[in-house]
């Protein structure tokens, strides 16, 4: 499937072009919880807006062959090859501001797309990846099939057990009238980070077309990362920050139960790690206050709670030290599960460096809860307090199966008069070769990663 000596090339000539991402490529091939990189969708470039090449003039399409020279962020093509589409031309899936979709073919045949390293699934979790699929208007066969392959960088399979090709079949449609259809599935969380693939199975120059590819965690909490306020809250605004004084419920599924919040934008200070426009501060007005959220749960259940936080630096000439107190309650029990304090302090920091973390704190419902209420409270005096952002809770799980939720959405159906196509392999398996290179290889891009990077910076 993946070839790890075509991603070692691929790393190499990363390293030089991007020095950055060549770092972050190196943390991400350890093993970690990845405790500091939690952003709310972990495929990177999945709407494939990042682009490192000049887009073709019309008729809109430019061509990404296999090999390093691959010019999309963040992506391989491991094989055959694959085309960017135009949006402006190529109607996109309705909903997405999107500008460019990929074309799972070239006149070379199917390609396969890979993906970098996502970040960590946490081990346990579930996490949904999702894509719209939609058939060419343009040609190729009656049906057209997209094989989504997971694995993890030692090259085992995450992917759920029995996933099937998604096969599209709408050759009637137009450019301007693609019919797109969401697909989707759950994954169980590994602990390690893994590498995404899609692969063309249908021959000829004309496959399917993809757009939008994510992996979310499936949180228990509504509105989490606080990007659904009332209308009447004014935001997007560099210096204006609206207040709210409690009891206050504008923020959507939140209570701000004492105090006064500040609704804080990204315009102004380094977004938190879901990369969104809102972020609170939970002091304002020399008030610090309380917020809260409940959320229906499941009895005698292990939960994980996670959230980004930091000391709001932006205080003139003074640091802001202080306190999050942080609690979790059953309901209707009301028992506490969980009550910690996070100390924060500013020093060494901006508006444009945070110093965000990503805080990870586990509890466990009692057996006639069927509720949670997670509450954080400043204990910070003054007008600049914690800032809170990307507040989720996943259930710890100890197999996809055992969540009752492994489910395969939208996947449309071959029609009736379209028997299986022949040319749909059955799943291939990884080879043992591959198995026993990956872990030697991984770590041996670290190393070279690393190395690189630093006669990079050098
Ligand atoms: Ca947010």
């Known amino acids: 499937m993946v070839n790890p000596w075509l ?33 709310s969708n972990l495929v990177q470039n999945g709407d494939f807006q990042v682009q490192s090449f ?12 296999s090999g ?21 031309v190529f109607v996109p899936p309705p909903g997405l501001n999107a500008s460019f979709l990929i074309h799972m073919n070239y006149r070379s045949g199917p390609g396969e797309l890979v993906s970098m390293p996502i970040y960590t699934l946490r081990e346990g979790a579930i996490y949904t990846v999702s894509f719209f699929i939609a ?35 709408n050759s009637s449609t137009t450019r301007n009238s693609i019919l797109w259809q969401p697909v989707s599935c759950n994954v169980r969380g590994t602990g390690v980070p893994t590498i995404l693939s ?109 959230f980004d936080t930091a000391a709001n630096p932006e205080r003139n000439f003074q640091l802001v030290i202080g306190q999050l107190v942080v609690t979790v309650q059953g309901l209707p029990s009301t028992n506490y599960l969980l009550s910690e304090t996070v100390n924060l302090d500013s020093t060494s920091f901006s508006i444009d460096s945070i110093g965000w973390v990503t805080m990870a704190m586990e509890f466990k419902t009692f057996k006639d809860d ?13 007008s600049f307090g914690p800032l809170l952002d990307n ?10 199966k055992s969540t009752n939720e492994t489910k395969l959405i939208g996947i449309p159906n071959t029609p009736p008069t379209i028997t299986t196509p022949t040319y749909i392999s059955t799943p291939t398996t990884t080879s043992i070769a591959f198995k026993i290179a990956c872990p030697l290889s991984t770590y041996l891009v670290t190393l070279l990663l690393l190395t690189f990077t630093c006669y990079k910076v050098s």
């Open 198 to 306: 899609l692969s063309s199975l249908t021959p000829g120059s004309y496959g399917a077309l993809v757009a939008n590819l994510q992996v979310n965690l499936q949180s228990m909490i509504e509105n989490g990362s606080f990007e659904n306020v009332d209308p009447q809250i004014q935001i997007n605004n560099l210096t204006y920050f609206a207040e709210l004084t409690g009891p206050s419920s504008l923020i959507r599924h939140w209570v701000v139960e004492t105090g006064v919040i500040k609704i804080a934008t990204a315009a102004r200070y380094q977004a938190s790690t879901d990369n969104t426009a809102i972020l609170l501060d939970l002091n304002a007005e020399n008030s610090p206050a309380t917020i809260s959220n409940i959320f229906s749960a499941r009895s005698n259940t292990d939960y994980t709670l996670l």
């Open 54 to 65: 000049l887009f073709g003039s019309y008729p809109t399409m430019d061509v990404i062959s």
């Open 370 to 382: 069927f509720q949670v209420k997670v509450t954080f409270r400043s204990k910070i005096a003054g």
């Open 391 to 400: 507040v989720q809770v996943f259930e710890n799980t100890k197999s996809l």
């Open 68 to 88: 390093i020279r691959t010019l999309m962020p963040f992506w391989v093509a491991a094989a055959g090859g694959f085309q960017v589409l135009d949006a402006t």
């Open 135 to 169: 058939d060419n208007p343009d040609g190729g066969p009656v049906a057209k099939a997209v094989r989504l392959g997971l694995q993890d960088i030692y090259g085992r399979n995450v992917a759920p057990p029995g996933l099937s090709p998604f096969v599209v079949s």
């Open 7 to 39: 991603l070692l090339r691929m790393c190499l000539h990363v390293c030089f072009e991007h020095p950055s991402l060549c770092i972050l490529l190196a943390l991400c091939t350890q093993k970690m919880d990845g405790a500091y990189c939690d952003p």
